[in-house]
C-alpha cells in the first residue's frame, strides 16, 4: 500500500513534468540551439563519448560527477574545467581534487571532435559539451535518452575559493542536503533523483571509513549499516588501507545506471552516509521506495532534475563565451 501510493504520488508528478515541456520554463535553452550552426554535433559528441567509454569504464561517472561539481558551484558554465598555474582554480579545491581526470578528458576529446568539423570550429561551448556528455554516459550506461537543452556559454572565472560550501559531502545528513539543494531550486524528489546517479561510480575508502570503524561509544559499525555488507567493506577497506583504493558505490550492478541504488538503500547498502540518509523522513522513504519499486518512474523524474540541474546559473549572450580550449579562458 505504501509503495502504491508513492508512486501515484511521483506519477502526479511527472505527468505535471510532462504537461509544461521544459523549454517552456526556460527559453534562454533550445534543443536545437545549434540547428544551423552545427547540425550534428549530438551525433560528434555522441561517437566521441561511445570511443572514450570503451576505453575506460570510469568515463561514465567522471563526466556525470564532473557535471553535478561545475553545475553546483557557478552554474553550468565549464569553470570547473579551466586550469590555473598557481593552483587556485576551482578544479584545485579540496572538494574537486577527486574528481577523475577522465571526465575533463571526455569533455576535451568531444570538443577537440566537434572543432575538427570545419562549419562547427568555436561555435560550440565547452559547457553545453559536457551537457551532451553526461547525457550520453548515462545512456551508454543504459540509463534513459533525453533531449539536452543547449545554449550555454562558457564562464570566464574559476576560483578556488568559491567551491567551499557549495557542494554535498558524504556525511551529510537528509536535513543538510534538502537545504543544499533547496538553494539552487532543487526540490527533495530532484534530491532523491539526482542521489540515483550514484548508482554507476565509486568511492574512496576515507569517505566511509567512520561508518565501519569505531562508528560512536555504543557501535563500531553504523547501525543503519547492513552487518554484512559492512564486513564486506572492512575486507576491501582495512583501516590503513592505501587512500587511492575505491569502492563501487553501488554492490549490485556498478556499471549499469539503473534503479538498484535505491534497492540497496532499503537493504541498509548505501555506501556513504549521506546516500543511506535519503530513508531518513516518512516522504523522502516513500520516494526511494517508488523508485526502488519502479525503474521507469526514477528515469523519468531522474530526467526531470538533471535537465533542471542544467539550468542552474546559465550564462548567456555576452555573459560569457565560446572557450577554444576548455581548459584556458579565451
Same mark, same amino acid.
Given at each position: 500500500?505504501?509503495?502504491?501510493?508513492?508512486?501515484?504520488?511521483?506519477?502526479?508528478?511527472?505527468?505535471?513534468?510532462?504537461?509544461?515541456?521544459?523549454?517552456?520554463?526556460?527559453?534562454?535553452?533550445?534543443?536545437?540551439?545549434?540547428?544551423?550552426?552545427?547540425?550534428?554535433?549530438?551525433?560528434?559528441?555522441?561517437?566521441?563519448?561511445?570511443?572514450?567509454?570503451?576505453?575506460?569504464?570510469?568515463?561514465?561517472?567522471?563526466?556525470?560527477?564532473?557535471?553535478?561539481?561545475?553545475?553546483?558551484?557557478?552554474?553550468?558554465?565549464?569553470?570547473?574545467?579551466?586550469?590555473? $598555474?598557481?593552483?587556485?582554480? %576551482?578544479?584545485?579545491?579540496?572538494?574537486?581534487?577527486?574528481?577523475?581526470?577522465?571526465?575533463?578528458?571526455? #569533455?576535451?576529446?568531444?570538443?577537440?571532435? #566537434?572543432?575538427?568539423?570545419?562549419?562547427?570550429?568555436? @561555435?560550440?561551448?565547452?559547457?553545453?559539451?559536457?551537457?551532451?556528455?553526461?547525457?550520453?554516459?548515462? =545512456?551508454?550506461?543504459?540509463?534513459?535518452?533525453?533531449?539536452?537543452?543547449?545554449?550555454?556559454?562558457?564562464?570566464?572565472?574559476?576560483?578556488? !575559493?568559491?567551491?567551499?560550501?557549495?557542494? $554535498?559531502?558524504?556525511?551529510?545528513?537528509?536535513?543538510?542536503?534538502?537545504?543544499?539543494?533547496?538553494?539552487?531550486?532543487?526540490?527533495?524528489?530532484?534530491?532523491? !533523483?539526482?542521489?540515483?546517479?550514484?548508482?554507476?561510480?565509486?568511492?574512496?575508502?576515507?569517505?566511509?571509513?567512520?561508518?565501519?570503524?569505531?562508528?560512536?561509544?555504543?557501535?563500531?559499525?553504523? $547501525?543503519?549499516?547492513?552487518?554484512?555488507?559492512?564486513? %564486506?567493506?572492512?575486507?576491501?577497506?582495512?583501516?590503513?588501507?592505501?587512500?587511492?583504493?575505491?569502492?563501487?558505490?553501488?554492490?549490485?550492478?556498478?556499471?549499469?545506471?539503473?534503479?538498484?541504488?535505491?534497492?540497496?538503500?532499503?537493504?541498509? @547498502? +548505501?555506501?556513504?552516509?549521506?546516500?543511506?540518509?535519503?530513508?531518513?523522513?516518512?516522504?523522502? @522513504?516513500?520516494?526511494?521506495?517508488?523508485? !526502488?519499486?519502479?525503474?521507469? =518512474?526514477? %528515469?523519468?523524474?531522474?530526467?526531470?532534475?538533471?535537465?533542471?540541474?542544467?539550468?542552474?546559473?546559465?550564462?548567456? +549572450?555576452?555573459?560569457? %563565451?565560446?572557450?577554444?580550449?576548455?581548459?584556458?579562458?579565451?
Amino acid at each position: 500500500m505504501e509503495t502504491t501510493f508513492s508512486i501515484l504520488y511521483l506519477l502526479i508528478i511527472s505527468l505535471f513534468l510532462l504537461i509544461i515541456p521544459p523549454n517552456h520554463c526556460f527559453p534562454q535553452l533550445k534543443h536545437d540551439y545549434y540547428r544551423k550552426s552545427c547540425p550534428n554535433i549530438e551525433s560528434i559528441v555522441h561517437h566521441a563519448v561511445k570511443k572514450k567509454l570503451k576505453q575506460t569504464s570510469v568515463t561514465a561517472p567522471a563526466t556525470l560527477r564532473l557535471f553535478f561539481h561545475d553545475c553546483f558551484v557557478h552554474g553550468c558554465d565549464a569553470s570547473v574545467m579551466i586550469a590555473s $598555474p598557481n593552483g587556485n582554480a %576551482e578544479k584545485d579545491a579540496p572538494d574537486d581534487l577527486s574528481l577523475a581526470g577522465d571526465g575533463f578528458d571526455t #569533455v576535451i576529446r568531444a570538443k577537440a571532435a #566537434v572543432d575538427s568539423v570545419s562549419r562547427c570550429k568555436n @561555435k560550440v561551448s565547452c559547457a553545453d559539451i559536457l551537457a551532451l556528455a553526461t547525457r550520453d554516459v548515462i =545512456l551508454l550506461s543504459g540509463g534513459p535518452n533525453y533531449k539536452v537543452e543547449l545554449g550555454r556559454r562558457d564562464g570566464r572565472i574559476s576560483r578556488k !575559493a568559491s567551491v567551499k560550501g557549495h557542494l $554535498p559531502h558524504a556525511h551529510f545528513n537528509y536535513n543538510q542536503l534538502k537545504a543544499l539543494f533547496a538553494t539552487h531550486g532543487l526540490s527533495q524528489v530532484d534530491l532523491i !533523483a539526482l542521489s540515483g546517479a550514484h548508482t554507476i561510480g565509486f568511492s574512496h575508502c576515507r569517505q566511509f571509513s567512520k561508518r565501519i570503524y569505531n562508528y560512536n561509544s555504543q557501535s563500531s559499525i553504523d $547501525p543503519t549499516l547492513h552487518q554484512g555488507y559492512a564486513k %564486506e567493506l572492512q575486507l576491501k577497506c582495512p583501516r590503513h588501507v592505501d587512500p587511492r583504493v575505491a569502492v563501487a558505490l553501488d554492490p549490485t550492478t556498478p556499471l549499469a545506471f539503473d534503479n538498484a541504488f535505491y534497492k540497496n538503500l532499503q537493504q541498509g @547498502k +548505501g555506501l556513504l552516509s549521506s546516500d543511506q540518509a535519503l530513508l531518513a523522513t516518512k516522504k523522502s @522513504k516513500r520516494v526511494v521506495n517508488a523508485f !526502488a519499486s519502479n525503474n521507469t =518512474l526514477f %528515469e523519468r523524474l531522474f530526467v526531470a532534475a538533471i535537465t533542471k540541474l542544467g539550468r542552474l546559473g546559465v550564462k548567456t +549572450g555576452n555573459h560569457g %563565451e565560446i572557450r577554444r580550449d576548455c581548459r584556458f579562458p579565451n
